[in-house]
């Protein structure tokens, strides 16, 4: 069915203070510059076949579109149903499919601009899982990803790959384990700060390693896994507004994965979204702090949305993490899964009283 295209502006505040650069490249808008910054925001791509054969028509969308200066994938590079790579099980599972992701990987250098990935489930915590063939073990799958499309940490992909600034590169002292998370990146462009944390759906691996028949059960590591993960990603969002503070920031993009409302994960048999309770209440604080807008983007539910989740404390998204009002968080969900005909074209505009302005634009008939 083809979709009309869908133009929505967000709530924002007119930037008052003076535009600042993360550095990077000439194609990015500079230093005091009077240029908007436009970003193509898309993920759960490509869920088929069918779709990553149409991986041209996406490239070509993108980059013959003269105002995206960045490219964002918010996770899940393959359906629930698709293989992981099994790296490093032996044998390896016939399930598998050891070369899906540098296929991936080198769809995103095409890009003309930089791009910049957070992981999903479905490409390393989901590997487990009988629907995914019991193709990967979760662990494995996540340190394949990592050396892959995060081997030169804090540089971006693309064909103009700019730096930016990872969390495995500056982190907590007090807190070494956060090293690992090279997938962390935060930078800042025209006084918004940007953030990506590594959050994926399944409830933040919140479910057990099962496989089809208890084979990647390991209850310890999986529960490490979290705890060490969930913990860096509150600390790397509060670094993040810190910087905001610090410099008087006139808002802050919160990119990640999972749709940390999905109300079908509360239906009975989901997956749930308790594993979200501790990272949902730190970013209300933050919100409620910085007073500013907020923009959080994700992919995993696969419906395009745009709403305020946490507006109303009595609400039943609000109900669900207890927080205060949070009227100035609003949130982006891009189409995904195995119907995606479009990305998201998101326009930050500091002499715009909206700040944040977004249309769907499709690639597909």
């Not at 070369?99 to 250098?109: D, K, P």
């Not at 730096?163 to 918004?192: G, I, S, Y």
């Not at 670094?239 to 109300?263: H, P, R, S, Y």
């Not at 998201?344 to 909206?354: G, I, K, M, Q, Y």
Request: with cysteine.
């Amino acid at each position: 069915m083809k979709r009309t295209l869908v133009v929505i502006a967000a709530i924002g505040l007119l930037f008052t203070t003076q535009i600042a650069s993360a550095g990077g490249n000439t194609n990015l808008p500079q230093e005091g510059s009077s240029d908007t910054f436009t970003l193509a925001a898309y993920g759960d791509w490509p869920y088929s076949l069918s779709l990553l054969a149409q991986a041209p028509a996406l490239l070509n969308s993108i980059n013959s579109d003269p105002q995206v200066h960045m490219v964002i994938h918010v996770g899940d590079i393959h359906g629930g149903n698709m293989p992981c790579t099994g790296v490093g099980l032996d044998p390896r599972p016939a399930t598998a499919d050891p070369n899906w992701n540098q296929t991936i990987f080198n769809i995103f250098q095409q890009f003309q601009d930089p791009v910049i990935y957070t992981p999903g489930d479905n490409e390393w915590t989901d590997c487990h899982k009988t629907r995914a063939g019991s193709s990967g073990a979760p662990l494995n799958e996540l340190a394949s990803i990592r050396s892959l499309f995060f081997a030169h940490p804090g540089q971006t992909l693309g064909q103009q790959a700019i730096r930016l600034t990872t969390q495995a590169q500056k982190f907590d002292a007090a807190h070494p384990t956060d090293a690992q998370f090279v997938e962390n990146l935060r930078w800042q462009k025209l006084n918004v700060v940007f953030v990506t944390l590594n959050v994926p759906g399944s409830n933040n691996d919140g479910l057990p390693w099962n496989g089809g028949a208890g084979a990647f059960l390991n209850e310890p590591a999986r529960q490490q896994e979290v705890a060490e993960r969930t913990a860096a990603d509150m600390r790397w969002l509060q670094a993040a507004f810190e910087q905001a503070e610090a410099k008087q920031a006139g808002a802050v993009v919160v990119i990640l994965q999972a749709d940390l409302w999905d109300l079908s994960a509360l239906a009975p048999g989901g997956d749930g979204l308790t594993g979200y309770r501790d990272l949902v209440q730190v970013l209300a604080n933050l919100s409620i702090h910085f007073g500013r807008p907020v923009l959080l983007i994700n992919g995993d539910s696969h419906i395009f949305e745009a709403d305020h989740p946490l507006a109303d404390p009595l609400s039943v998204t609000g109900r669900i993490y207890g927080t205060l009002a949070v009227p100035n968080l609003t949130r982006l969900t891009v189409e995904g899964a195995i119907d995606a005909n479009e990305w998201l074209r998101l326009t930050v505009n500091p002499h715009s009283p909206e700040v944040f302005s977004w249309e769907r634009i499709q690639y597909l008939p």
